[in-house]
């Protein structure tokens, strides 16, 4: 019996491996596309903050609490979405988030003040929770380990393209049609590529990872690992507590840098079209990098944990930095220091994601991604009202960026105390 389900499982394998080719790169185009798309809906606040601020007249406590609105939607949504991408699959799954999301971007159009922009926020965040959880199963579903870290920094780049084209699209359209028509803009993006995922994404998940298997058993990637068991390891919490340290510094960078350019540099809506450019455009490399970095050490013999926990130690000395660019008179200077931090950000975020495929089956990433995630939106909702307050009463970025440079390291430790050989967390079989 054992010996068939073996016959088996390398036939699927054999099949399935000739049938996704380079399809499988195809489908992380698509999530790098949804995450541009994704991004570019969710800094249209941050770049218009200076211009909403006149027409509405918020001040930084009241944007700090619809940052507050969106990021307790996003905690709550990827709970549930993580939980939804591992019951219906990720097709279904992210075709709901994205419609959901796009339809609350468009809906800002149509607020007028800031209950009406927490609410539109809030549905935002709810919607947008689902991007990291599907895309993340997607990965671990269609890639083999050793590509896992790769074609996560690649799609998840997309994450700094978005806030790259956001000045062109949003400052274009805000200065020939208004803000509300931009808002309107961005959320049709999003349905627009949900054409395409619907068109393209036909063929099945093909990856029968043995890697991901080892100590998981084979009814792991069968069966829906309840929660009980998934919040009673280790290495569960190791990735949780990584994104709830770590995921608010890029709110950080998110929402505020735009604020801080202006505040600090003068730097107006269209102005910031080139400093943004620069700095998104280093993350995009630095994605794209951190993936690579762990995947060519893996490549090269070293093991599972050398490879991951190096990459995100370099990563997380890059940030600290970031410790300074308050301080610095010069422009070009402050946004050098900020574009390094952010690079070593997305670094750090697609390592981050590529050890829970490390160490969980297929069956459980969405629901462990839904979980990090949803801790990580915590941190970064604390994080923001820390962030308004702060900006209030002292005027000034420095505590904030103290912040900024301390908490890679520091969670880096904590991940290896928890996990220090990264083991893949082990399920007993299931019965039947």
């Known amino acids: ?66 940052i507050f609105a969106f990021q307790l939607a996003y905690a709550i949504g990827f709970l549930l979405f993580g939980k939804l991408m591992d019951r219906i699959g990720a097709r279904k799954g992210f075709s709901w988030s994205v419609a959901l999301w796009s339809v ?97 994404y036909r063929l099945p998940a093909p990856i029968l990872d043995a890697e991901s298997s080892k100590g998981s058993g084979a009814a792991a990637r069968r069966h829906e690992i309840p929660w009980a068991k998934l919040v009673s390891r280790r290495q569960t919490w190791a990735f949780a507590v990584g994104k709830f340290m770590t995921d608010p510094i890029w709110w950080l960078f998110l929402f505020w840098l735009p604020d801080f350019l202006y505040k600090r540099h003068k730097i107006t809506l269209l102005g910031a079209g080139l400093p943004l450019f620069v700095i998104y455009g280093m993350a995009t490399a630095g994605s794209i990098g951190g993936g690579w970095l762990s995947s060519f050490l893996l490549k090269r013999g070293w093991t599972v944990n050398e490879s991951r926990k190096t990459a ?57 991604v839904g979980l990090g995630g949803m801790l990580g939106a915590v941190g970064g909702l604390l994080f923001a009202k820390m962030t308004g307050y702060t900006l209030q009463w002292t005027e000034s970025y420095m505590a904030v960026f103290i912040v900024a440079g301390s908490a890679y390291l520091a969670a880096l430790a904590i991940i290896h105390m928890l996990v220090p050989k990264m083991e893949p967390a082990k399920f007993d079989a299931e019965p039947g």
């Open 1 to 66: 019996m054992i010996s068939e389900e073996i016959v088996k499982a390398e036939t699927c394998e054999a099949v399935t491996s000739n049938q996704n080719g380079s399809y499988r790169w195809v489908i992380c185009g698509l999530l790098f596309l949804i995450a541009t798309v994704n991004y570019t809906a969710r800094h249209a606040i941050g770049l218009l903050k200076p211009t909403l601020q006149v027409d509405i007249g918020w001040n930084e406590i009241g944007y700090s609490n619809i």
């Open 104 to 200: 609350a971007g468009m809906a800002h159009a149509l607020a007028s003040s800031v209950l009406a922009f927490g609410l539109a926020r809030f549905a935002l965040g709810l919607g947008q929770s689902g991007n990291f959880p599907a895309s993340i199963k997607t990965v671990a579903e269609w890639f083999p380990k050793k590509e896992r870290a790769l074609a996560t920094g690649i799609f998840n780049a997309g994450a700094n393209i978005g806030p790259v084209i956001t000045p062109f699209v949003v400052g274009w359209t805000t200065l020939r049609h208004g803000w509300r028509m931009a808002f309107v803009v961005t959320g049709a993006m999003g349905l627009l590529w949900l054409v395409f995922w619907l068109l393209l």
């Open 312 to 368: 995100m130690g370099v990563c997380a000395l890059a940030v600290v930095p970031i410790m300074f660019a308050s301080r610095v008179s010069s422009l070009w200077l402050a946004v050098a220091l900020i574009a390094l931090a952010v690079a070593a950000h997305q670094g750090w975020s697609a390592n981050m994601f590529t050890i829970a495929t490390d160490m969980f089956p297929s069956s459980a990433v969405g629901s462990v």
